[in-house]
Each structure stands twice: as C-alpha cells, then as structure tokens.
C-alpha cells in the first residue's frame, strides 16, 4: 500500500494566511478516511493522493513543504 507523506514548515512572519490554511486544511481533513493520520502539527500521511496534492498546494508559497511517496514494506 503507497502512502503519502506531507510535511511542512509554514513562516511565523505570515499569521493572517497561516489562519487560512488552518482553516481549509480542517476541511478537507473533515471529510478523509480513517488512514489519514495526522502524526504531528506539522506532519500529515494519507493513502489519498489527491488530499495529499490539495495539502501541498495549501502549504506551498507559505514556508517549505514537502511531499512524499512511501511503500509500506512489512
């Protein structure tokens, strides 16, 4: 099974846009599946890419972020 890992770092210098992707994060994190894990506050892994892509569309332009593609091996 391939999973997606999302990390991210978004910039202290932005609070207003940090809110709104806080914000549009929770709601597409409303409707995922019970794989979507949120491991930290910065640190999200899904089977979904499509979420995976649309929470690193979110992130990208506010701090570096991170996508990537793991295969569970045992």
């Known amino acids: 099974m391939t999973t997606f890992i999302i990390d991210y770092d978004l910039s ?3 609070p207003s846009e940090r ?3 806080y914000r549009s994060l ?4 409303e409707t995922v599946t019970p794989e ?3 491991s930290t506050q910065s640190v999200i892994t899904t089977t979904d890419l499509k979420l995976a892509e649309s ?9 570096s972020v991170h996508l990537y593609q793991g295969e569970k091996i045992r």
Not at 26 to 29: G, S
Not at 56 to 63: C, E, H, N, P
Request: charged share 20%.
């Open 55 to 63: 929470i690193f569309a979110l992130a990208r332009g506010l701090g």
């Open 19 to 21: 809110r709104a992707f």
């Open 12 to 14: 202290l210098s932005l």
């Open 36 to 38: 979507t894990v949120r």
């Open 26 to 29: 929770h709601k597409l994190l």
